[in-house]
Every structure is written in C-alpha cells, then in structure tokens.
C-alpha cells in the first residue's frame, strides 16, 4: 500500500500503520515473522524511502525505519541500515539527507551505546556538516538528531566530547533568524529549553554568544505574528537563568542581567499602538511596580484556582515578562538583579510620567 498510486492519506496511513504492527510490545508481528519476510520488509522500507516525494509520508517512513531499527540493531540485524544512511547524508537530494538524519534521532540511544569510538571522527563530522546545511530542513534535524544523541548519554565526558559543535549549533540559529525560518527556528529552540535543564554545563562555552542572540530574538518582530518565538527565546534566556546561574552572574559588568532584564519590561509593556495613556499606567501600576517590590521582599503568594485558569486561556507577553523577571531574579540572586530592576523602574516610570 505503502508504494502504491493510492491517496497520500492512505499511504501515510499504511506508514503509521506498519509501525504499530511490526514493534508492538504485545503482539509483534516482527519477532514472529519468517528471515526471507524480515529481510524483505527492511529492503522495502528503505527503497520506498529512497525515492518517495511526500514529506509527510517521508517522516512517518523514518519514524518506522527508525523504531524498527532501534529494536534489532544492537543484534546486528540490520547491516544494511547504517552504510546506507551514512551515505545519504552526503546525497546531493536534500530529502535523502534530512530522512538520514531523522533516522539518527531515532537510533540515538543505540549511537551512544554503541557507536562512542566514531564520536570524534564520522559522527561528529555528520553533524558538522548537516548544522550548516542552509538546504531544507537539515540543520534543524541535525539538531534534533543531536539533541537526542545527548539526552541519551550517560557520561558527561562522552558528551563534552561534541562541544566543538557548538559554533555550528550557533551558525544553524542564526541562518534560521536571517532567513526568516520562523517554524525551523521555533522547534529549534524547543531543542535548546529540552536540553538546558539537564545539560546547561554542555553551553556554557557559548552562552556569551548565545544570549545576545535569544535577546535579538525577543526584542524583533514585535507586530508580525512572531509572539511564539519571542516567548520561547525568552524561556530560552529564563532556563539559561535557572541552569546555568553561575555563569549568567559572571558575565563582564553584569551582563546576562543588563541584556536581558530590560526585556522583560518591554515585554511587561507591550501595549498596542490604539492603546490610551491610562490603559499603559495602569500596565504599570498591575505588573512593574509591585512585581519589584515583590522581588525585593522574595514573597510567595498564593494564586487562586480562577487565576490559573484565566492564565491558561489567555497568555499575554505580560504574563511572560513578568515571569520571566521573577524567575531570573530569583535564579541569579537579588544582589545581582535588584539594582538593575529599580534602575529599569525609575526610568520607565520617568519616560511614563513625561
């Protein structure tokens, strides 16, 4: 079905489809099928990947190829997969090399266990080239597919040995910023939050390149339709806070903080054009004010129920922004972070009351 004229709704449908039946933990039709049957379905998998033209269809193919295989490479069933993935990712056909890669994210588990001797040579040149791919989607599945590999290891030596990629990762962000790739570099930064809590250490050689970039991030593209990619590279600066505080308190003249602070008073601020003048004093009076004062004291206060409610329905750039504020703050430390707030009050309250 998969390989034949049917609907693409209906072969997507067969991909999906294949998998459940062939992996199933319950009844799993591989474990029971015969050798010439599992040879078959693996050399078919991957001719119908070679030549299929559907993205959807592509990535449900790689999803099975890439559960099947994460199941029956360790016992070397499955020779033919590798060679051949390795050779897609040099392809020409940009298809060829983003189904590689996501086959890669897939198999991430079995690359940290059992391919660690190739690490510095094959697989960290495979992500050298494949971040600064500027074809397709390749750099964002280069890291996704490296995301994965990481969030796999268990020792941090193994994975200290792919910070060389960190200027590439870096390259990958900001060719997805000039290019306009606001859906690549979303799910990029996904990537980046996913990996910050338990591996923050990993980019701490590149955060003085890195947070001026998430800053950039959030401070453009205020009315077109970007308040995703603003919120999410300002949760890339909060876990930066959060995971790495040390590092953001030894930034040169108090740096992360005198970036990034402001940003979440214009954030806090962000009213619209037809907004009246009382509409933006009373922003003031509602959130920076007693937000400050709230982080001098280090006061918890409860939140109502109805609340949480009212902030789940409608999440405003306020909301984010003083969020953001509270949890940096709390995370740096007051020393770091009190002088700068009142510092940044007094000087909107200046430019408010003028």
Request: proline share 3%; aromatic share 6%; charged share 20%.
């Amino acid at each position: 079905v998969i390989r034949s004229t049917l609907s693409d709704d209906v072969r997507g449908l067969a991909a999906v489809l294949l998998r459940r039946v062939l992996i199933r933990d319950e009844v799993s039709l591989w474990t029971n099928a015969a050798a010439s049957t599992q040879h078959s379905v693996k050399t078919d998998l991957l001719h119908v990947l070679t030549y299929e033209t559907n993205r959807s269809i592509r990535r449900k193919l790689c999803d099975t190829v890439g559960e099947l295989a994460s199941s029956i490479l360790e016992e070397g069933e499955w020779e033919e997969l590798l060679p051949c993935m390795f050779q897609w990712i040099t392809s020409t056909n940009v298809a060829h090399r983003e189904s590689a890669l996501r086959v890669f994210e897939m198999i991430s588990l079995y690359m940290a266990t059992c391919m660690t001797a190739y690490f510095d040579t094959t697989i960290q040149q495979l992500f050298q080239t494949s971040l600064r791919d500027g074809e397709g989607h390749v750099a964002l599945h280069a890291l996704r597919a490296l995301g994965m590999l990481l969030l796999s290891l268990d020792e941090l030596d193994e994975r200290d040995r792919f910070q060389p990629l960190l200027p590439a990762i870096l390259h990958a962000l900001h060719t997805m910023h000039v290019d306009g790739n606001e859906e690549d570099l979303v799910e990029a930064m996904e990537v980046l939050i996913e990996l910050l809590e338990p591996h923050a250490s990993f980019f701490k050689p590149m955060l003085v390149q890195l947070v001026p970039l998430m800053v950039v991030l959030v401070s453009t593209g205020a009315s077109d339709g970007s308040f995703g990619r603003r919120q999410l590279a300002m949760e890339v600066l909060v876990s930066i806070a959060e995971n790495a505080a040390s590092a953001c308190r030894r930034f040169p003249q108090n740096g992360f903080v005198e970036q990034v602070f402001p940003l979440t008073f214009h954030l806090m601020l962000d009213v619209n054009e037809d907004t009246t003048g009382d509409e933006v004093d009373d922003a003031w009076k509602c959130s920076l004010f007693p937000l400050t004062f709230h982080l001098m004291l280090d006061v918890n206060e409860d939140t109502t129920g109805d609340e949480v409610d009212d902030a789940e329905d409608d999440i405003s750039n306020v909301d984010v922004g003083a969020e953001a504020l509270q949890r940096m703050a709390q995370a740096i430390g007051f020393k770091k972070a009190l002088p700068v707030s009142f510092g940044l009050v007094s000087q909107y309250a200046g430019t408010s009351t003028n």
